[in-house]
């Protein structure tokens, strides 16, 4: 199973909303990533968690706090977003042996109003 | 730090024509370097790595890449373009930092295949 999964597929939420994306896989991949990625620009990484521990965080705002439970799962968590953080949200995965090709999700569009 | 250039953010190609995608990239350490593509609304699926060994490298659906250390490039060719081929490819390059990737992509290449 190289799949990774990622729900909801979209999500609309209004600036004084909490929610929640999830990530999962089960590959036994240690290394788990979130992407934000605008219209027809590359994706930006935001967050990479290693052995569920929080090894990169690219001074993201804290409107957006990530979370390991486990090996499999990766969570974001939102609040108070702004209208600018509409995009779409990608999670990846990647193991810790070999040569680390990461294994992207389908990603959840998110528009923010 | 590293980097990768995308040269041409929009490629246009006939049907069954060859595909030239260019990137070009920067590191400091031997790179790992990757093509990826992207269809519209979906995430994105790995086409081909390159990391040690032999410098020409086949990938999926047809796309081969060719490390040239000396020109530090990476362009991605496919012999003959299909429709199923339009789509989004980003070149990235990756350091591998004690048991995961940071990974930095090119600005992306939109392929339109032309009938």
């Known amino acids: 199973d190289t799949e990774v999964t990622q729900t909801p597929k979209h999500l609309v939420m209004g600036m004084t909303n909490k929610k929640s994306l999830k990530c999962e896989q089960h590959?036994?991949?240690?290394?788990m990533y979130w992407y934000k990625q605008k219209a027809k620009k590359p994706p930006e990484l935001m967050f990479v968690?290693?052995?569920?521990?929080?090894?990169i965080n690219e001074s993201v705002p804290s409107r957006f706090s990530p979370e390991c439970p486990n090996s499999s799962l990766l969570n974001l968590h939102l609040h108070a977003l702004q209208p600018e953080d509409s995009a779409l949200y990608l999670c990846?995965?990647?193991?810790?042996?070999?040569?680390?090709?990461?294994?992207f999700g389908p990603g959840t569009r998110l528009t923010v109003t | 730090a590293q980097s990768v250039t995308q040269l041409g953010s929009h490629v246009s190609v006939s049907e069954g024509a060859l595909v030239l995608l260019r990137c070009n990239y920067s590191?400091?350490?031997?790179?790992?370097l990757f093509w990826y593509v992207q269809y519209p609304n979906q995430g994105l699926q790995l086409l081909l790595k390159?990391?040690?060994?032999?410098?020409l490298v086949k990938g999926i659906n047809g796309f081969e890449a060719e490390f040239k250390k000396s020109e530090t490039s990476f362009h991605l060719t496919k012999p003959s373009a299909h429709m199923s081929d339009a789509a989004e490819y980003f070149c990235?390059?990756?350091?591998?930092?004690?048991?995961?990737?940071?990974?930095?992509f090119g600005i992306g290449t939109k392929l339109q295949v032309i009938p």
């Open positions: 968690y290693s052995y569920e521990k929080l090894s």
């Open positions: 990235a390059v990756s350091e591998v930092q004690g048991g995961y990737q940071k990974v930095t």
């Open positions: 390159y990391t040690t060994g032999a410098t």
């Open positions: 990846a995965s990647s193991n810790d042996r070999g040569f680390y090709e990461q294994y």
């Open positions: 590191s400091s350490v031997p790179p790992y």
């Open positions: 590959m036994g991949h240690r290394a």
